[in-house]
């Protein structure tokens, strides 16, 4: 089924339920990390434009977006993860040979996707100035993050439409065509950037609305490849409409995915608050740095994605001694290829850094973090893998319930707790090892106990 021939003639996917996994697993993984990694790099480009074209307010012009990034975080977040129930749903049905339920799931995935961003657009846009003023943004920095905040906003349900299509691509194993469009849409984002920041003197409301508009033009892009392709996840524009079972099937899988990634985005705002708390070049140095990390991010969360795509497919064919190989392998190719990333990034990571911020003492600050939050990302692979595994056999609840446990838990006592008694930014850093530490090691604890590919 997932070699089906597409409208173009050519296979559609990967096959995940025979042959061999290690160069499969990479053929999935790689774009969908490339994927993440070019996302995040046009994001870095937003960041490096609005600091070299803002005039005297660059610092505070990076700051403003800096101060947004994990808002941004905790919204995608959320329904990244919902999009992820879709991505198993469907390559469960895959799995089954249910074209049916592969057609409802998709169609139900896509209403999701928008609704879901109008919504969240309204809440986001009534409570904006709540929202940065509870975060402790400096008054230099607030109009400045409140107009990026506001145009992000009203962008929300095409970023959140790209989301899910991408979802809906990777569930049969493509993973190029999210790569391809995302490509086209970030040549876009960094051209409008430029034009509107650069040439208009829009400051970061250049970013923001060329931010929108790219990720218009990419959602678009998908969609007309969904409503053209032959393939089991084909898209009926008069069709469209929600399905009972597969919304609820979506939402058992999803709403615990995106509440967990929602919960570890919500806990890193009670960081980003702490960090805003020690000014402006604090603030700027932190974005900076987050921007280079999240590009190793990309490259364990990518085969986070790949296994529990490909053990959804395994287990709805009843292949459970399979899913164990894709579980062994997984871990093994994430180790090697995240590793040489974070190596590459703390070698040249001072240089890195002074392509967002020039001031020293913020290259200085931002290096602390990328050194400290890669010793955590040591135990993020770890736990990623596992979360995705069980979410692979429709287990989500459990690894949400435990990262809000090992994350959130964690990470607000010590800003509460810790943080008061040493304001500085190590302090603040170091939180970020030891709460995915306890956290691998809840989720890894829950992976010994569940042996979910050991069940009937």
Same mark, same amino acid.
């Given at each position: 089924?997932?070699?089906?021939?597409? =409208?173009?003639?050519?296979?559609?996917? *990967?096959?995940?339920?025979?042959?061999?996994?290690?160069?499969?697993?990479?053929?999935?993984?790689?774009?969908?990390?490339?994927?993440?990694?070019?996302?995040? #790099?046009?994001?870095?480009?937003?960041? &490096?434009?609005? $600091?070299?074209? +803002?005039?005297?307010?660059d610092?505070?012009?990076?700051?403003?977006?800096?101060?947004?990034?994990?808002i941004?975080?905790?919204?995608?977040?959320?329904?990244?993860?919902?999009?992820? $129930?879709?991505?198993?749903v469907?390559?469960?049905?895959?799995?089954?040979?249910?074209?049916?339920?592969?057609r409802?799931?998709?169609?139900?995935?896509?209403?999701?996707?928008?609704?879901?961003?109008?919504?969240?657009?309204?809440?986001?846009?009534?409570?904006?100035?709540?929202?940065?003023?509870?975060?402790?943004?400096?008054?230099?920095?607030?109009?400045?993050?409140?107009?990026?905040?506001?145009?992000?906003?009203?962008?929300?349900?095409?970023? #959140?439409l790209?989301?899910?299509?991408?979802?809906?691509?990777?569930?049969?194993?493509?993973?190029?065509?999210?790569?391809?469009? #995302?490509?086209?849409?970030?040549?876009l984002?960094?051209?409008? $950037?430029?034009?509107?920041? =650069?040439?208009?003197?829009? %400051?970061?409301?250049?970013?923001?609305?060329?931010?929108?508009?790219?990720?218009?033009?990419?959602?678009m892009?998908?969609?007309?490849?969904?409503?053209?392709?032959?393939?089991?996840?084909?898209?009926?524009?008069? &069709?469209? !409409?929600?399905?009972?079972?597969?919304?609820r =099937?979506?939402?058992?899988?999803?709403?615990p995915?995106?509440?967990?990634?929602?919960?570890?985005?919500?806990?890193?705002? @009670?960081?980003?608050? &702490? *960090?805003?708390?020690?000014? %402006?070049?604090?603030?700027?140095?932190?974005?900076?740095?987050?921007? @280079?990390?999240?590009? &190793?991010?990309?490259?364990?969360?990518?085969?986070? !994605?790949?296994?529990?795509?490909?053990?959804?497919?395994?287990?709805?064919?009843?292949?459970?001694?399979?899913?164990?190989?894709?579980?062994?392998?997984?871990?093994?190719?994430?180790?090697? *290829?995240?590793?040489?990333?974070?190596?590459?990034?703390?070698?040249?990571?001072?240089?890195m850094?002074?392509?967002?911020?020039?001031?020293?003492?913020?290259?200085?600050?931002?290096?602390?973090?990328?050194?400290?939050?890669? @010793?955590?990302?040591?135990?993020?692979?770890?736990?990623?893998?596992? %979360?995705?595994?069980?979410? $692979?056999?429709?287990?989500?609840?459990?690894?949400?319930?435990?990262?809000?446990?090992?994350?959130?838990?964690?990470?607000?006592?010590?800003? =509460?707790?810790?943080?008061?008694?040493?304001?500085?930014?190590?302090? @603040?850093?170091?939180?970020?090892?030891?709460?995915?530490?306890?956290t691998?090691?809840?989720?890894?604890? +829950?992976?010994?106990?569940?042996?979910? %590919?050991?069940?009937?």
């Amino acid at each position: 089924m997932t070699n089906k021939p597409d =409208a173009t003639g050519k296979r559609a996917g *990967i096959n995940m339920l025979d042959g061999p996994i290690w160069n499969r697993v990479l053929m999935f993984a790689l774009p969908v990390a490339a994927t993440g990694m070019l996302e995040q #790099l046009f994001n870095a480009t937003g960041v &490096a434009i609005v $600091g070299n074209f +803002s005039g005297s307010q660059d610092t505070q012009a990076v700051a403003a977006v800096g101060a947004n990034s994990f808002i941004v975080m905790l919204v995608v977040n959320l329904f990244i993860g919902v999009s992820l $129930g879709a991505n198993v749903v469907i390559a469960n049905a895959i799995g089954r040979g249910n074209h049916d339920a592969v057609r409802k799931a998709v169609h139900t995935a896509i209403i999701m996707a928008v609704v879901g961003g109008i919504i969240c657009a309204i809440i986001g846009e009534l409570g904006a100035v709540a929202i940065l003023k509870l975060l402790n943004v400096p008054a230099d920095v607030l109009p400045l993050a409140l107009v990026y905040l506001r145009i992000y906003l009203i962008g929300l349900p095409v970023i #959140l439409l790209y989301n899910f299509e991408a979802a809906i691509f990777r569930s049969i194993g493509d993973t190029a065509t999210p790569l391809k469009a #995302l490509a086209m849409a970030g040549v876009l984002n960094v051209g409008l $950037g430029l034009l509107l920041t =650069a040439g208009f003197h829009w %400051s970061v409301a250049g970013v923001a609305c060329a931010t929108v508009l790219s990720n218009a033009f990419s959602s678009m892009l998908l969609l007309r490849k969904l409503t053209h392709t032959d393939s089991p996840i084909q898209v009926d524009l008069r &069709a469209l !409409q929600v399905d009972g079972m597969a919304l609820r =099937a979506i939402l058992r899988i999803g709403v615990p995915a995106g509440l967990q990634g929602a919960v570890f985005a919500f806990a890193n705002v @009670i960081i980003q608050g &702490a *960090i805003n708390s020690l000014g %402006s070049t604090v603030i700027a140095a932190s974005s900076a740095a987050f921007n @280079i990390e999240a590009l &190793a991010y990309q490259v364990f969360n990518s085969f986070s !994605q790949a296994c529990a795509t490909f053990t959804g497919q395994n287990h709805g064919a009843g292949q459970n001694a399979r899913c164990r190989r894709v579980l062994a392998i997984c871990y093994l190719e994430d180790v090697i *290829i995240t590793a040489s990333v974070i190596a590459l990034v703390l070698l040249f990571g001072h240089s890195m850094l002074t392509i967002f911020v020039h001031d020293p003492d913020a290259v200085g600050i931002g290096y602390t973090r990328l050194v400290l939050v890669f @010793i955590g990302y040591i135990f993020s692979v770890a736990y990623d893998l596992a %979360s995705g595994y069980l979410r $692979g056999f429709g287990i989500s609840l459990v690894p949400a319930l435990l990262t809000v446990l090992g994350v959130c838990g964690t990470r607000i006592g010590w800003i =509460a707790f810790v943080f008061p008694a040493h304001r500085n930014f190590t302090t @603040i850093m170091m939180v970020y090892p030891i709460s995915l530490a306890i956290t691998a090691a809840l989720v890894i604890g +829950s992976l010994v106990y569940y042996r979910p %590919s050991y069940r009937k």
